[in-house]
């Protein structure tokens, strides 16, 4: 008799349990969710996600599935699988007007989530996965997901992050960490940084020299540029074809588009060392700034092999020879294999910090000015550009740029990465070139978090906080409606230069990225810094449940204002 009243009593109790659970009042921080929605209505109640829930899928919405699946197990220990009825759908839905838009329905019976197109899914999955909550009860933790009814699209459409992995290389686990962070932010421009002065890091079959010499560097300075001695320890590394297809293909999965940058005519020295016939003076030696060349460097020179990848940062004169065919030539074959690999409608050239002082001494660019009518060197350069530009058309994909491109007139299709300021890109859009606005001001993530530098690790300068971040916009006040439709969004950009490790780049990456999706997500007249600083609360949780390294200035900022 006992034992029945003591079953009897648990099953009353676990029942009461499961009813509060059922009938469970949200409140507002049940919603704090990054970048904030366009319109969200809470409603009263829990979905309760169970063991074996079914998730169902319209046609061609398998890869979002199986996404879902991963994620809410990997969150709860739980299985789910994909059936024919589910009590969680994702639909397709022509109505939804915006590309990226969707709409999220949460029942206590059911989720619903609808897109325009299978991105707008995903973008309302990565909702679904912030308002998963966990809800213990007597002796076990639920997992739950408040009622809700949700319609949201982004304000901006190219919404990019960066990363140099030249100056300072990372492993194929991290960059796929990169991009799932940048999922979770619901960001979907990767733009990848892959050939610099200091390491070239994509396999070109053509060109093996790229990587086995241009690969790696036989010394990096110690400190702050211009050094305080050289390391002596040979750098590099790169990624294999196959291991960029992989990339690309997980980056696809997450609704992120990769566009590579492959630097040119500047930023070229690790190329010139693999093959020194692409400098205007193939032997003349490298310099490397303030006598800080590594000793190795010092005897390939003193073997007479005169050209090395740079141990040092900074901007140096050993440029792509323009007045030479075979720099046009090794360039197609380059740009030929990218294309290959990367699916992206566009391709970036950099363009940027080229100095033209070899090529005002050098007799075949002066040869070439004189042929081609131009005027000085920076038409020299617009030449260049607009030559390269016209070979990446015929392969049927564009050009994008730093916004010194503009220098002796921009090429006819080409877009702008406007990164001095806003200036380049508000004389692109009145031109009506496409822009991507990238300011040193808001969207360099290699600056300082804090004016208290001795506290941080080292930075390249600046100061950046999280609310300068937050507050950026990428469309200028002198563009009219006409010329505004040619500012396709914003990025932020992560240069490696003083960022060795993963750690450091999740610290630079962070909050700082949060910030930056919301500004390009969420329509400017909803934004307010103070209500992002309570939701960030929650995502915080998120930073540390992933296991991510980074900066606490925003959270003990808000500590030190409640004292």
Known sequence: MKQILVFLTAFFLLSACANEFKTHKNIEEDYALVPKPDALEMAEGLFEL???????????????????????????????????????????????????????????????????????????????????????????????????????????????????VCRHFFSVEFVKRYLDVMAMHKLNTFHWHLTEDQGWRIEIKKYPGLTEVGGYRN???????????NDNEKYGGFYTQDEIRDIVAYAKERHIEVIPEIEMPGHSSAAIAAYPWLSSFPKENTIIGNNMMSKSSRSIQDAGINKVVQETWGVFDDVYCAGQETTFLFLEDVLTEVMDLFPSALIHIGGDECPKGNWERSPACQE???????????????????????????????????????????????????????????????????????????????????????????????????????????????????????????????????????SHAEYMLLPRMTALSEALWTDTAIKDFEDFKVRLQDVREDYDRLGYNYAKHVFEDELNEEK
């Not at 397709?92 to 899914?121: C, F, H, K």
């Not at 010394?219 to 001695?229: D, F, K, L, M, N």
């Not at 916004?403 to 859009?429: C, F, H, K, Y």
Request: hydrophobic share 35%; with cysteine.
């Open 368 to 502: 070439r000015i004189k042929n081609e009518g131009l005027k000085d060197e920076h038409e020299l350069q617009s030449y260049f550009i607009k030559r390269i530009e016209k070979f990446v058309n015929s392969k049927g994909k564009n050009i994008i740029g730093w916004d010194e491109i503009l220098e002796g007139g921009l090429a006819p299709n080409a877009s702008v990465m406007s990164w001095r300021g806003t200036q380049g890109g508000i004389a692109a859009a009145e031109e009506e070139h496409k822009v991507v606005m990238s300011p040193t001001s808001h969207c360099y993530f290699d600056y300082y978090q804090s004016e208290d530098r001795d506290k941080e690790p080292l930075a390249i300068g600046g100061f950046l906080p999280v609310e300068k971040v937050y507050a950026f916009d990428p469309m200028p006040a002198e563009l009219d409606a006409e010329k505004a439709k040619y500012i396709l969004g914003g990025q932020a950009n992560l240069w490696t230069e003083y960022i060795a490790t993963e």
């Open 50 to 164: 169970e063991n074996g829930c079914k998730i169902s899928a319209s046609e061609g919405l398998h890869n979002e599935s199986s996404y879902l699946i991963e994620m809410l197990g990997a969150r709860t220990g739980l299985g789910f699988e994909e059936a024919s009825k589910g009590s969680i759908q994702l639909l397709i839905d022509p109505s939804i007007q915006a590309e990226e838009g969707y709409s999220m329905e949460v029942t206590p019976s059911s989720i619903l989530i609808r897109g325009q197109q299978a991105q707008g899914v995903f973008y309302g999955i990565q909702s679904l996965l912030q308002l998963l909550g966990e809800y213990p009860l007597e002796d076990a933790t639920v997992f739950g997901v408040p009622a809700v009814r949700i319609k949201d699209q982004p304000n901006y459409a190219y919404r990019g992050m960066h990363l140099d």
């Open 219 to 229: 010394g990096t300075i110690v400190g702050h540029h211009p050094g305080e001695a």
